[in-house]
């Protein structure tokens, strides 16, 4: 199982190529076989799935229910821009045109590893989502994500 972490910033070429961070190529599983999709992140990000990871997310996919007007919503916004490619012999990625206007990428790109997969984000966009997010409430998203407060602290006020 991939478990890729860090921020690297690299420049994204005239013809949308950018190269893939070497400390996250040594995280890939030998069964992702260089192989990666690419697609839509839920924020203005691109969502970047080595293949032997997207098999796993396509499986969870396939469980959706396509008679719910809600699963094939999801599953239909989800997919709809996702396309698949492979590291070239200089270890670069393409990045569709129609994503890197998505995502507002232009000349530089930001890999933010982020467990099974990476993020592809624009400097100007990370920038402007960090920037509305407040150390109190990246604070309460932690504990509440990570298991809140133990019975302890909740008494100490």
């Not at 030998?30 to 799935?49: K, V």
């Not at 809600?70 to 916004?77: A, E, W, Y």
Request: charged share 30%; net charge negative.
């Amino acid at each position: 199982m991939a478990s890729f972490k860090g921020e690297f910033e690299h420049s994204v070429d005239n013809k949308g190529r950018v190269a893939f961070p070497a400390k996250l190529r040594k995280s890939l599983s030998p069964s992702a076989n260089e192989q990666f999709t690419i697609l839509r992140g839920i924020e203005p990000c691109l969502y970047l799935y080595p293949g032997d990871e997207w098999a796993k997310v396509e499986k969870k996919l396939s469980a959706i229910n396509s008679f719910n007007k809600r699963g094939r919503t999801v599953r239909r916004n989800f997919l709809r821009h996702a396309e698949d490619l492979n590291l070239d012999k200089q270890n670069r990625i393409p990045i569709p045109s129609q994503l890197k206007e998505y995502a507002g990428i232009d000349g530089t790109a930001i890999f933010i590893g982020n467990g099974e997969m990476i993020e592809i984000w624009s400097p100007e966009k990370l920038d402007e989502i960090d920037s509305n997010l407040s150390i109190d409430a990246y604070e309460d998203m932690f504990e509440q994500v990570m298991g809140g407060l133990n019975s302890e602290e909740e008494s100490i006020d």
